[in-house]
């Protein structure tokens, strides 16, 4: 079992910056695969960006690429998402999600066993 906490979410001019944290505790040494997903009321939750701990391999949604980057800390327990160049689209809640096993897909929600509560992200114009 993993649990995950996320922090970091607020509120954010248009254009500014924000990084989210994701702390994993409890079987960490087995993820294989931790992303990012968002959902804003009214709509589907959408895959944001996922890394591989194997490889370390990052793969984002493209609405985001170029603007977010998604990392490990030195402690392999953490995962962050380094948002820049922020829009009022962008407003959601943040969820992290981590999975088990060889990873066969990053941006379906159902391939992740586990998630976090959430954090609210707010972009203002």
């Known amino acids: 079992q993993v649990q995950l906490v996320e922090s970091g979410g607020g509120l954010v001019q248009a254009g500014g910056s924000l990084r989210l944290s994701c702390a994993a505790s409890?079987?960490?040494?087995?993820?294989?695969?931790m992303g990012w997903f968002r959902q804003a009321p009214g709509k589907e939750r959408e895959f944001v960006a996922a890394?591989?701990?194997?490889?370390?391999?990052?793969y984002y949604a493209d609405s985001v690429k170029g603007r977010f980057t998604i990392s490990r800390g030195n402690a392999e327990n953490t995962v962050y998402l380094q948002m820049a160049s922020m829009k009022p689209e962008d407003t959601a809640v943040y969820t992290c999600?981590?999975?088990?096993?060889?990873?066969?897909?990053?941006?379906?929600?159902?391939?992740?066993?586990?998630w976090g509560q959430g954090t609210q992200v707010t972009v203002s114009s």
């Open positions: 409890g079987r960490t040494f087995s993820i294989s695969t």
């Open positions: 890394i591989i701990k194997n490889g370390g391999g990052r």
């Open positions: 999600a981590a999975r088990y096993g060889i990873p066969t897909t990053y941006s379906q929600g159902h391939a992740y066993a586990y």
